[in-house]
């Protein structure tokens, strides 16, 4: 097999297709910063804060500037993650046009192990909506769960288009004892990959990668969780051991919880 050969762009092109077919969480965020995916790059963040609105006419018709006080936070692009596969005959391969089980299989990997970074800082960046140590065990006190990230995300003047809740295994089964069809769930769209219903103005969608051994839920608004990708570089060379080419790619990512009064986690005690 000749090295010379290979031919990175079907690799890329597969593996950046499958990385994006196979995500759940990923498409529901904050993705505006993509540009800058740079190793050991920071993204700056400006969380500008809302002006003071004043009686023009009771002042006079007179009216003075204030300062406002812009808070910056900082996304660090520090998750480098690769995958290295052995390729025997990529000449015979390519000419076959059966790259796909390839591809396939390293976007879905590499879409994994972002979305389990994604949920591990959303979790570790959200406030508690569990204050009191509430057991959710039925479906009635899976719904008062998600009212009470709906109310808190209400409460600190989130707004109300573009939200999300994304649930683990064990708290979907709880909702769909109730919702399992579209009409109930409150949608008459058809619903996204991984969305199991839509309540109380927000899309619930199910990830076994949420975290936890017991019913667990975070909230969000769009805009309040940012995320940041490049599947970078890709390559082949010869394995000095075996008749294959070692295949291997690189993801740099990053991701950060924008505002955590915007992100709201829901954790059966």
């Known amino acids: 097999m000749a090295i010379d050969n290979f031919i990175p762009e079907i690799w890329s092109a597969g593996v ?22 740079t190793r050991g790059n920071t993204v700056h963040i400006i969380n500008a804060t809302t002006p003071t609105i004043v009686d023009y006419a009771a002042a006079g018709r007179t009216i003075t500037a204030e300062a406002l006080a812009d808070t910056e936070v900082s996304l660090l692009i520090n998750q480098e993650k690769a995958f290295s596969v052995n390729v025997d005959d990529v000449d015979a391969v390519q000419a076959a046009g059966s790259f796909n089980a390839w591809t396939d299989a390293a976007g879905r990997a590499l879409a994994e192990d972002a979305e389990t970074y994604v949920l591990a800082q959303m979790i570790a960046g959200a406030t508690d909506g569990n204050s009191g140590s509430v057991v959710v065990d039925t479906p009635a006190e899976a719904k008062a769960a998600i ?21 683990n295994p064990d708290f979907a089964d709880l909702l769909l004892q109730d919702l399992s069809d579209v009409s109930v769930a409150g949608s008459s769209t058809e619903l996204r990959d991984g969305q199991i219903l839509r309540l109380y103005g927000m899309d619930v969608i199910e990830s076994p990668l949420l975290a936890g051994a017991v019913p667990s839920a975070v909230g969000y608004h769009q805009d309040m969780v940012a995320f940041v990708n490049q599947i970078g570089s890709l390559e082949s060379l010869r394995n000095p051991t075996k008749f294959s080419d070692i295949v291997r790619g690189l993801n740099v990512y990053g991701a950060l919880v924008v505002k955590s009064a915007a992100v709201v986690k829901y954790v059966s005690a």
């Open 16 to 37: 950046t297709q499958s990385f994006i077919a196979n995500q759940v969480v990923i498409p529901t965020l904050n993705t505006q910063y993509a540009g800058d995916a």
């Open 147 to 167: 009212r009470a990230i709906r109310k808190s995300l209400t409460e600190s003047k989130v707004p109300s288009g573009n939200r999300f809740v994304v649930v």
